[in-house]
């Protein structure tokens, strides 16, 4: 206190007025940290807290498929890497139509992932009214690994080199029936465009999933099949099936004795079903590229690949670029699959 001609001045301590200062900065500070943080995109936001509660990734096949072991491989590993639980919820029917609609409708916040296969590009060749475009309704992440088809025989057919069973099948082509788990899928599809490879008269029949058909491969009543090589290994190591070319541009670690169709003097005959990544296609970039590295890193591990090498498929791991072109190019292949098939919209 101090007296100024008659007035009395009070001044506050020194130390009272720095301690105010300090918490008007530490006030400046973090409201300027909000401000910042709500001036991000919404996007990276979104990415950067990303996520905050369990996720569903849909797989449109029953459990304990091919797809649902590698999609329950991977969330079990996200579930590490994000602390959250990555749930496997199985929507199957209709040719994987049923779960792709389910994610088509969600919101693309990336809490709703789709492991879905090749039959998703087929879809929109022989389903007539569905309610989603398989392509652009979708934001691709990652496409895993792709499982090649591989020509199998019944052994009672009188040829053990693909070269032998294309010169059977011009002395008695029309008697060799072939089967698929179904009318559209990549088995019969694939078929199909052997057929024309081939110029050979070979006929189509269908089953309802992979284990009648096999059945009756075994059985002999059908001679023929392009089936993945998840399904076909334990037969063919039975040697309940002969096994004559891989449908790959190399050989693969599963079949390490089975030449490829070019080896075996058909070049240029590939087909493989694939399992893929996708999510909602209103997700935010940002979070797309989010989810590509962690699952990335997740397939990158010699553990993951080993697990898909031996169900018999090659590692892909691609950049969700490179997976939206290669599903543009899967849409066109099976576009002419499905027109040379002659199939009827359904």
Same mark, same amino acid.
């Given at each position: 206190?101090?007296?100024? @001609?008659? @007035?009395?001045?009070?001044?506050?301590?020194?130390?009272?007025?720095?301690?105010?200062?300090?918490?008007?900065?530490?006030?400046?500070?973090?409201?300027?940290?909000?401000?910042?943080?709500?001036?991000?995109?919404?996007?990276?936001?979104?990415?950067?807290?990303?996520?905050?509660?369990?996720?569903?990734?849909?797989?449109?096949?029953?459990?304990?498929?091919?797809?649902?072991?590698?999609?329950?491989?991977?969330?079990?590993?996200?579930?590490?890497?994000?602390?959250?639980?990555?749930?496997?919820?199985?929507?199957?029917?209709?040719?994987?139509?049923?779960?792709?609609?389910?994610?088509?409708?969600?919101?693309?916040?990336?809490?709703?992932?789709?492991?879905?296969?090749?039959?998703?590009?087929?879809?929109?060749?022989?389903?007539?009214?569905?309610?989603?475009?398989? !392509?652009?309704?979708?934001?691709?992440?990652?496409? #895993?690994?792709?499982?090649?088809?591989?020509?199998?025989?019944?052994?009672?057919?009188?040829? &053990?080199?693909?070269?032998?069973?294309?010169?059977?099948?011009? &002395?008695?082509?029309?008697?060799?029936?072939?089967a698929s788990p179904g009318n559209?899928?990549?088995?019969?599809?694939?078929?199909?465009?052997?057929?024309?490879?081939?110029?050979?008269?070979?006929?189509?029949?269908?089953?309802?999933?992979?284990?009648?058909? +096999?059945?009756?491969?075994?059985?002999?009543?059908?001679?023929?099949?392009?089936?993945?090589?998840?399904?076909a290994l334990p037969l063919i190591?039975?040697?309940?099936?002969?096994?004559?070319?891989?449908?790959?541009?190399?050989? !693969?670690?599963?079949?390490?004795?089975?030449?490829? +169709?070019?080896?075996?003097g058909m070049p240029g005959f590939?087909?493989?079903?694939? +399992?893929?990544?996708?999510?909602?296609?209103?997700?935010?970039?940002?979070?797309?590229?989010?989810?590509?590295?962690?699952?990335?890193?997740?397939?990158?591990?010699?553990?993951?690949?080993?697990?898909?090498?031996?169900?018999?498929?090659? #590692?892909?791991?691609?950049?969700?670029?490179? +997976?939206?072109?290669?599903?543009?190019?899967?849409?066109?292949?099976?576009?002419?699959?499905?027109?040379?098939?002659?199939?009827?919209?359904?």
């Amino acid at each position: 206190m101090k007296h100024n @001609h008659g @007035h009395i001045v009070t001044r506050r301590p020194r130390v009272q007025q720095s301690a105010s200062r300090r918490g008007l900065m530490v006030a400046l500070v973090a409201a300027c940290t909000v401000l910042s943080t709500a001036l991000l995109p919404v996007g990276q936001a979104r990415a950067d807290s990303y996520p905050s509660k369990p996720v569903t990734m849909i797989v449109p096949y029953p459990a304990g498929g091919a797809t649902d072991v590698v999609a329950r491989a991977i969330a079990e590993k996200l579930t590490g890497t994000w602390k959250q639980s990555v749930i496997v919820e199985n929507r199957a029917g209709a040719g994987t139509t049923i779960g792709a609609g389910t994610v088509a409708r969600a919101a693309g916040d990336g809490y709703t992932l789709f492991m879905t296969t090749s039959a998703h590009t087929i879809s929109g060749h022989i389903y007539d009214k569905l309610n989603y475009d398989p !392509v652009k309704d979708f934001a691709p992440i990652t496409l #895993v690994t792709k499982v090649p088809l591989v020509l199998v025989v019944n052994p009672a057919v009188p040829a &053990k080199t693909l070269p032998e069973f294309l010169a059977y099948l011009k &002395k008695d082509g029309a008697s060799v029936n072939f089967a698929s788990p179904g009318n559209g899928t990549a088995q019969h599809l694939s078929g199909e465009l052997f057929k024309i490879a081939t110029k050979s008269a070979i006929t189509h029949v269908p089953y309802r999933g992979d284990a009648p058909a +096999f059945t009756d491969l075994v059985g002999g009543q059908v001679q023929m099949m392009l089936a993945t090589i998840t399904s076909a290994l334990p037969l063919i190591h039975a040697g309940k099936l002969r096994a004559l070319a891989v449908a790959n541009g190399k050989r !693969v670690q599963a079949l390490a004795d089975v030449p490829t +169709f070019a080896e075996a003097g058909m070049p240029g005959f590939e087909a493989a079903t694939w +399992f893929g990544l996708l999510a909602p296609a209103s997700m935010k970039p940002e979070l797309q590229q989010r989810i590509y590295k962690d699952v990335s890193a997740i397939v990158a591990t010699p553990e993951m690949q080993r697990r898909i090498e031996d169900l018999g498929g090659d #590692v892909v791991n691609s950049t969700p670029e490179a +997976f939206a072109a290669f599903m543009q190019e899967e849409t066109a292949k099976w576009g002419k699959a499905v027109k040379a098939s002659g199939m009827a919209p359904q």
